[in-house]
């Protein structure tokens, strides 16, 4: 059975950094996109951060140039590396990846979440 653990969450100040990590383990074959999404109360589920097997990356808006997101292919691991913490970054993030696994079958997987919270 496949499945993200994340980890690295909790309250920091603002201007502050924190490092999520998720990692896949179980049955895999190939791990391939991964990414990172956050839900704040009352908001929808967003996007924050996304790379590919191959390192390619996108990233919302609002975080460029503060998170980076990195990823460990050997460890089946992602990372998001967030600098210049803001209040409104408080939520649940939550790592999410396309997984293929040792049958061959392709399914996308989500994390239990992580709450980061950013005080002013």
């Not at 909790?10 to 490092?19: C, F, K, P």
Request: one cysteine or more; glycine letters at 10%; aromatic letters at 10%.
């Amino acid at each position: 059975q496949v499945r993200l653990v994340e980890s690295g969450g909790g309250l920091v100040q603002a201007g502050g950094s924190l490092r999520l990590s998720c990692a896949a383990s179980g049955r895999i074959y190939r791990v391939n996109a991964m990414g990172w999404y956050r839900q704040a109360p009352g908001k929808q589920r967003e996007l924050v951060a996304t790379t590919t097997s191959g390192g390619n990356t996108n990233y919302a808006d609002s975080v460029k140039g503060r998170f980076t997101v990195l990823r460990d292919n050997a460890k089946n691991t992602v990372y998001l590396q967030m600098n210049s913490l803001k209040p409104e970054d408080t939520s649940v993030y939550s790592c999410n990846a396309d997984i293929t696994d040792y049958l061959y079958i392709t399914q996308n997987y989500w994390g239990q979440g992580t709450q980061v919270t950013v005080s002013s």
